[in-house]
């Protein structure tokens, strides 16, 4: 089956519902072996992208992933990016604020780890936390010591939103193309894998009680992803809503939208002009010596 990632892109205007949008859909692969032949596709397509992307040197991609927890947000990286030059590829995981982290403005943190051109930047988790759980959980924002008429509720996802998309187009102004993932999974399908991290010795180390205090929030957190799609859903830098129920599935869309977003990319090795291939045949010539 043709994977077409417009399927799963959030249109720029669009007012989300993510009950309008499956967590889980029609598999795109027949089978476990068809499933293994498919990424090893993609993953061979996505080296090759990648080594033009290294040589070219003009152009940046950065791949952010954003999920509830259990949604897959590290198997996706581990399975999809596998065959990626390490030398060319990069992953950030953001965790809860340090103190220093707190004195900065809220992109602080995450724009000094932003890839450089000819580098593959992925962000395991963003600055988009600081919408969504800092949204939920009003005490991390209180904790970042802002001016009180900038706290308003009106004011301060205006305004954050507002900073996000005007970081996302001007990175894409400089050569950052921008790929976002929401990895979309049911309430459900997240207590299923809760399970198994308790019952299955080899995960406990995954699962801990916060994970239990977080899943309260599950509507709240709902709402809150619905307003951030929503307002930084953008045409150079889209949301991509992936159906994440079926782990497969959704490792082989993203690895297709990331192919997808390579393929408009202008990549190819730099040629040599006349007098560089004049001096390659000087330095052949006494090479053979």
């Not at 393929?263 to 040629?271: M, Q």
């Amino acid at each position: 089956m043709k994977i077409d990632s417009k399927w799963f892109r959030v249109s720029e205007g669009v007012k989300v519902s993510l009950r309008e949008w499956p967590t889980r859909v029609a598999p795109v692969f027949g089978s476990d072996k068809d499933y293994d032949k498919i990424l090893a596709e993609h993953i061979k397509a996505l080296s090759t992208r990648q080594k033009l992307l290294y040589a070219s040197n003009q152009y940046a991609v950065l791949l952010i992933f954003q999920a509830m927890d259990a949604a897959g947000k590290d198997g996706a990286i581990a399975h999809v990016m596998s065959g990626i030059n390490p030398q060319g590829c990069q992953v950030f995981s953001y965790k809860h604020p340090s103190a220093t982290e707190l004195k900065h403005d809220f992109l602080w943190r995450t724009t000094r780890d932003l890839p450089e051109r000819g580098r593959i930047g992925i962000f395991n988790r963003s600055y988009y936390e600081e919408v969504l759980i800092a949204r939920v959980h009003p005490e991390i924002l209180r904790a970042e010591s802002l001016p009180p008429e900038l706290l308003s509720e009106k004011r301060i996802w205006r305004d954050r939103f507002r900073s996000i998309n005007d970081l996302e187009r001007h990175l894409t102004c400089n050569g950052t193309r921008i790929v976002k993932i929401f990895l979309h999974m049911s309430k459900e399908e997240q207590r299923k894998r809760f399970l198994e991290r308790i019952d299955n010795p080899e995960k406990n180390w995954k699962f801990s009680s916060g994970d239990v205090e977080e899943r309260r929030f599950w509507a709240d957190y709902m709402h809150t992803y619905e307003k951030c799609l929503s307002a930084t859903s953008t045409a150079d830098a889209p949301w991509f809503v992936v159906p994440a129920d079926n782990k497969h599935n959704a490792r082989l869309i993203v690895s297709q939208i990331l192919l997808d977003t390579f393929a408009k990319l202008k990549l190819a090795f730099p040629r040599s002009d006349s007098k560089r291939r004049s001096e390659l045949k000087v330095l052949r010539t006494e090479l053979k010596r």
